[in-house]
């Protein structure tokens, strides 16, 4: 079975500070692991994967995540924040096989103070 | 091109009283999927579909639901009778099997409220 753990379910920056969310997984197979945005009133898009390739990952607008298989972790980077990135962030995990049925964390919102 | 396309996007209804919500996926994708946003719980995978077949519906919390999916380009998810503890977002996600990339594509939900 897999699951994911978010630490800290509201994250506070300072726009043009660094971004970092937390995500730790538990997985009985090789995962691939996930993170998603949702931005207010809308849907979840992709914001950025790793799928057993480079254990660094680059994703849309400025994000990065890097895969740590050592401490169980996904965590979500940008180096400098941007208004616009407030939102709601899911870390998702599913296992090789079967590999469809993502299993979320409970997310991290983050606020960007101006 | 379209997304997923979720209807209704809001509702109110009162407690006992049937809800259906219906959801579009991607012309072409054969996956489905339900989940359900709350507060408390997060997002739950209620259930998944695969060229209209239901795989899992573990995640269905009691026989008060129901999903069907009677062809590629349509799926219905009803409760009955609805419950107050029902209120959330519900959000369809479709995805193509084949070489998949682990991307879901998102509706953007429809809000229940049971009163």
């Known amino acids: 079975a897999q699951s994911v753990t978010q630490l800290g379910s509201h994250v506070s920056v300072s726009e043009g500070a660094l971004v970092l969310l937390r995500c730790n997984y538990s997985s009985s197979v090789p995962p691939y692991l996930f993170w998603y945005v949702q931005y207010p009133n809308q849907g979840l898009q992709l914001l950025l994967k790793?799928?057993?390739?480079?254990?660094l990952v680059k994703g849309i607008n400025g994000f990065e995540a890097e895969f740590k298989k050592s401490e169980t972790s996904f965590h979500l980077t940008k180096p400098s924040a941007h208004m616009s990135d407030a939102a709601e962030y899911f870390c998702a995990v599913s296992g090789v096989q079967g590999a469809q049925k993502l299993v979320f964390g409970q997310g991290t919102r983050l606020t960007i103070n101006p | 091109d379209a997304g997923v396309i979720q209807s209704p996007r809001h509702e109110v209804t009162e407690m006992g009283q049937e809800v259906t919500l219906r959801c579009k996926p991607i012309s072409g994708h054969n996956s489905l999927f339900w989940y359900r946003q709350t507060m408390m719980r997060g997002l739950e995978l209620l259930i998944y579909f695969n060229n209209n077949v239901p795989i899992d519906d573990s995640g269905m919390p009691e026989d008060r639901f129901s999903a069907k999916m009677p062809n590629a380009s349509f799926s219905t998810l009803k409760i009955q009778p609805s419950e107050p503890r029902d209120s959330a977002v519900y959000f369809c996600?479709?995805?193509?099997?084949?070489?998949?990339?682990?991307?879901?594509?998102f509706g953007e939900g429809s809000r229940l409220t049971v009163l």
């Open positions: 996600a479709s995805s193509l099997t084949s070489g998949w990339t682990g991307e879901l594509f």
């Open positions: 790793y799928t057993s390739a480079a254990t």
